[in-house]
């Protein structure tokens, strides 16, 4: 099981990114799939989620600003970042809601004022 995110770096304040997450070796397209952040000294926390069907939910400090989506036919998950904030700064992680959870391996996200 793999799940390779890319898209990370380093931003101004306003700008945006765009992260993605590559699955491979699991059932892709009937699980949730997700994007969790973890800043430094603090507990990782949900972003985002999209349902198997594209339903999306999104955690109150992103809403307006984030859109998360996926590719069933690419096995694929992305973050559209808008409005990116300091405080967004952390390590973003896909996460994979299936029978058994998955993580990646993070990617850094760092926005300066």
């Known amino acids: 099981v793999q799940l390779v995110e890319s898209g990370g770096g380093l931003v101004q304040a306003g700008g945006s990114l765009r992260l993605s997450c590559a699955a491979s070796?699991?059932?892709?397209?009937?699980?949730?799939m997700g994007w969790y952040r973890q800043a430094p000294g603090k507990e990782r926390e949900l972003v985002a989620l999209?349902?198997?069907?594209?339903?999306?939910n999104y955690a109150n400090s992103v809403e307006g600003r984030f859109t998360i989506s996926r590719d069933n036919a690419k096995n694929t998950v992305y973050l559209q970042m808008n409005s990116l904030k300091p405080e967004d700064t952390a390590v973003y992680y896909c996460?994979?809601?299936?029978?058994?959870?998955?993580w990646g391996q993070g990617t850094q996200v760092t926005v300066s004022s």
């Open positions: 996460w994979y809601g299936g029978s058994q959870v998955y």
């Open positions: 070796g699991i059932i892709f397209n009937i699980w949730p």
């Open positions: 999209v349902t198997s069907i594209g339903s999306p």
